[in-house]
């Protein structure tokens, strides 16, 4: 039993058109649209150059400069002689599109865009690396830092002390510094970075300050002090 290869709704909507022939440096960009344009049609298809430069909204001289670098670049045969319209008057030459000789193309140098998605999808990919190892090494040093408890001769920093003026202006760097000292001493904590624990503690102090008096901060942030 023979399988007959039926007739489809997509066979007549698709062109095949050769990509030399749209990388063809004879050719300007709008002749390589009017080339797939007439390829896209059926064998036998016929138009006008009247037609074809009202359908693309240009003019004739356009349609015909076109024609004439397809006829240069070999896609298209000329009659030898001039045809007659329906009245009998000359309706000039017939123009059939045909395949040009391999060395009439001369096809672009650029090279296809293809490569283009690779090269991005190997930058992703050592981004991704890079990111990665940033990660790891975060872990590393954090797994290398040990916790301790608060030593005996620990003090904070000038810097973390020109923060009160500003930063907490609601504490007093003497008493403040040995509550902390006093509280994390007797409870035995431990931390990895005792001057970022000091500015947390700070924080808060200065939170709870303001909350219970917001009369006095409202003073000082309008300059009445």
């Known amino acids: 039993m023979p399988l007959i290869r039926g007739h ?48 693309n909204n240009v003019g004739r001289d356009s349609i015909r400069r076109m024609i004439r670098e397809l006829v240069d670049a070999g896609y298209l045969a000329v009659s030898e002689k001039q045809v007659h319209n329906e009245k009998g008057y000359l309706a ?38 890079q990111e990665q190892q940033v990660k790891e090494n975060n872990k590393k040093e954090t797994a290398t830092k040990k916790l301790s408890q608060l030593d005996e001769t620990w003090q904070p920093s000038e810097k973390l002390l020109a923060m009160f003026p500003t930063k907490w202006p609601l504490l007093k760097a003497s008493e403040d510094t040995e509550a902390f ?45």
């Open 92 to 129: 000039g030459f017939t123009y059939t599109t045909k395949d040009p000789e391999p060395s009439q193309v001369e096809p672009s140098l650029v090279q296809p865009l293809s490569a283009e998605p690779m090269k991005a999808n190997k930058a992703h990919k050592n981004t991704n690396n």
């Open 181 to 225: 000292r006093l509280y994390h001493r007797a409870k035995g904590s431990k931390f990895v970075d005792w001057d970022l624990a000091y500015q947390q503690w700070m924080n808060r102090a200065q939170k709870w300050a303001a909350e219970k008096q917001p009369a006095i901060v409202e003073r000082k942030v309008k300059g009445d002090f």
């Open 8 to 55: 489809h709704s997509f066979d007549d909507q698709y062109a095949q058109i050769p990509n030399a022939w749209l990388r063809d440096r004879n050719l300007s960009l709008d002749t390589i649209g009017l080339l797939a344009q007439l390829i896209s049609h059926t064998p036998g298809w016929r138009i006008s150059q009247e037609s074809l430069a009202k359908a």
